[in-house]
């Protein structure tokens, strides 16, 4: 998992705001010689200027208030002409205040990637017509237009209660109006359990909104508050994990949990390796349940 460690230092009182700063690189080492590898310089050139230069929001930003995030696109095959399939990884920080440190927002691996992209192609997307006028193509910039409202909803969650409603409704009206066709997977709810659909069902979900109580305690409540008192801060980051413990009491097997715990399992292992035995031992027993790939590194972490 990775944690994001940049210098991006806070003074003064004003909260960061966001906006994008994303950096995309596209990897097409499986993909044969039979293609001219040109074109996928172009494409992350696109991609880059596509995310970079589109105004996302409707709030004024300053260049060091931009949310940092990373897409890497790993093409592994070309299944007709123009057409790629491969996996997406998207990696998103948060800054904590008052500190150079930047707390793991999203690292998810997307592994229903497809795609058409001609050389000098522009990627454009609009929200009133999402396919665009060929669904493959069109895919490409409802995938990317897709994770940006969802960690723009995310990133405004971790500042705000709610924060995040409108740009998860975005995500949701992207997924309604998804690209259709050959090749296409991960917008229904039947291309599986852990899709782009589900991540944005569960968090538009009004039975699921501790998720949203979660995600403001732990970084508002919790991180942001570890230089002015780091028990408190601590506690308040318990509190958030007990909360998506109830949630998943209530409702096993939700996509967003393990979606939540990825690129912080050793984070939680850091701040809690201060805390007292109580602590210690209660995040064990949450995140074991919660965050059940990396049971034993907290328990062997944190015993």
Not at 294 to 302: G, I, P, V, W
Request: contains cysteine; aromatic residues 12%; hydrophobic residues 40%.
């Amino acid at each position: 998992m990775v944690i994001f460690m940049l210098c991006f230092l806070f003074a003064g009182s004003k909260l960061p705001a966001q906006e994008i700063n994303a950096k995309v690189n596209v990897v097409y080492a499986q993909i044969g010689s039979t293609v001219d590898k040109k074109v996928f310089q172009t494409l992350q050139s696109s991609i880059n200027a596509f995310l970079n230069k589109r105004k996302w929001t409707s709030d004024l930003f300053e260049p060091n208030e931009k949310i940092e995030c990373s897409f890497l696109l790993n093409l592994q095959s070309v299944v007709e002409p123009n057409v790629y399939k491969g996996t997406l990884t998207i990696q998103a920080a948060r800054p904590v205040y008052n500190t150079n440190y930047l707390s793991p927002l999203v690292n998810h691996i997307d592994n229903n990637i497809v795609f058409r992209y001609v050389e000098f192609q522009p990627v454009e997307f609009n929200e009133n017509r999402v396919a665009g006028t060929e669904p493959l193509a069109g895919n490409l910039s409802a995938l990317f237009a897709y994770y940006i409202n969802i960690i723009l909803g995310l990133d405004y969650d971790a500042f705000a209660p709610r924060g995040g409603d409108g740009f998860f409704q975005k995500a949701n009206a992207i997924v309604s109006a998804s690209p259709e066709g050959r090749f296409i997977e991960g917008w229904k709810p039947f291309d599986g359990q852990r899709n782009r659909y589900w991540l944005s069902e569960n968090l538009q979900n009004s039975r699921y909104a501790l998720v949203h109580d979660a995600m403001y305690t732990y970084y508002r409540q919790g991180m942001d508050k570890m230089i002015e008192n780091e028990n408190d801060a601590r506690e308040q980051v318990l509190n958030a994990i007990s909360m998506l413990n109830t949630l998943n009491a209530e409702t096993p097997n939700l996509m967003i949990m393990p979606f939540f715990f990825q690129g912080k399992t050793d984070e939680v292992i850091r701040l809690f390796k201060k805390g007292n035995m109580q602590e210690k031992a209660r995040v064990v027993d949450l995140c074991s349940r919660l965050d059940i790939s990396n049971a034993s590194k907290y328990q062997q972490e944190l015993k």
